[in-house]
């Protein structure tokens, strides 16, 4: 598939990007791939045992890789999430003088984002887009062991434990998305919804050069809210990536209270693992602190919090019974103003909020 990205380029230039990894060729290295097909299998127990979502695709798979490996799988999950895109500025771009240039500038900007992404990802379940071409390279854990290795080695943190909270993490998301039988091919809509009303007229990049100026002059940052995806979406598209934030604040904040129950008593230093790993965030600085606002990762940050403080005042009003009422139908999903808003939701569910003292 080529058309409006250059593919070949974008991982030439994200591998590039990416760096020297020392730890790749550590004598530490060959114990990752051992340690984490046993962890993760330990961790799908646990979450199984914890949330009651036991996959119907079978165990989850583990995969070390470098980022190198990393980068190219998440090329390829792209290429089949974008494809809906895509094939709208196929078209004009491959009939264009200037289509060379044009796919070659689109495949050098994803690389570079991935690049730098590729070197602080340490685990990863979100290749949601499921084909029967090449099944096997679908459906799999990533963690990407130079990077684990680096940040064990730098702050002292004992490999057992913060390989098993690893692993806690991403087979949540994927007991998540394997386990609730509609959520993937919900979720998937919903990406493909936002794409389909994507508009290729240069008109709606105007507007949203214009918009992003208003926010600037007001004092607003602009990024805030979702990255650049937010400030170029048209009021149909942040209708739909309401609904995906507010979906994703529940599946961050549900998969990091699971991660905290199920490995409660196996991962003493957890809170040091969380404590670290927000400060490795927030410090960002520059052009890593941009990136980070461009890519949105920064508002992925407060889905995170803001899904637990959902998952908390849910469970406080009607207890675990009745945050499950989330998994049952899509209709019962919440908003992002629920997520924000827990009565609302506790209130459209059929419950009520315990009496004040």
């Given amino acids: 598939m080529t058309g409006a990205v250059d593919w070949s380029f974008a991982e030439w230039v994200a591998v590039r990007a990416a760096g020297r990894e020392p730890f790749a060729e550590s004598y530490h290295y060959d114990s990752l791939r051992p340690d984490f097909d046993r962890l ?45 895109l895509l094939e709208k500025f196929d078209d004009r771009i491959t009939n264009s003088l200037a289509a060379p240039l044009t796919t070659r500038l689109a495949g050098a900007e994803l690389g ?46 004992p490999p057992e434990e913060f390989r098993l909270w690893l692993a806690l993490h991403e087979v949540t998301h994927r007991a998540q998305f394997t386990g609730v039988p509609w959520l993937r091919e919900h979720f998937i809509g919903l990406v493909h919804e936002t794409l389909g009303a994507v508009d290729p007229d240069p008109k709606r990049l105007l507007d949203a050069v214009n918009r992003l100026g208003d926010a600037i002059r007001q004092g607003r940052n602009p990024l805030a809210d979702g990255g650049i995806v937010n400030i170029f979406a048209s009021p149909e598209q942040r209708s739909v990536l309401d609904r995906v934030s507010g979906l994703m604040s529940l599946l961050e904040g549900h998969g990091d209270v699971t991660m905290d129950r199920a490995g409660e008593g196996l991962v003493p230093s957890a809170d040091r693992f969380g404590r670290v790993l927000r400060q490795r965030r927030e410090s960002a600085k520059g052009l890593t602190r941009l ?60 419950a009520a909020l315990p009496a004040a003292g």
């Fill in 112 to 157: 570079m984002v991935l690049g730098w992404m590729s070197t602080r990802v340490l685990g990863q379940y979100d290749l949601l887009v499921i084909e029967e071409e090449n099944p096997h390279e679908q459906d799999v854990v990533y963690y990407v062991g130079p990077n684990v290795l680096a940040l064990e080695k730098q702050y002292a943190f």
């Fill in 291 to 350: 990136v980070q606002q461009l890519i949105g990762l920064e508002a992925k940050l407060s889905q995170y919090a803001q899904g637990e403080a959902f998952i908390a005042e849910v469970e406080r009003a009607g207890g675990p019974h009745l945050l499950a009422r989330a998994w049952e139908q899509a209709d019962n999903l919440p908003s992002l103003v629920e997520i924000r808003e827990p009565h609302r939701w506790i209130e459209r569910m059929g």
């Fill in 40 to 84: 993760t299998a330990r961790a799908e127990d646990l979450v199984a045992a914890e949330t009651g979502l036991r996959s119907l695709a079978g165990p989850a798979r583990a995969r070390v890789t470098d980022r190198a490996g990393w980068i190219r799988a998440n090329i390829s999950s792209f290429q089949r999430l974008l494809r809906p």
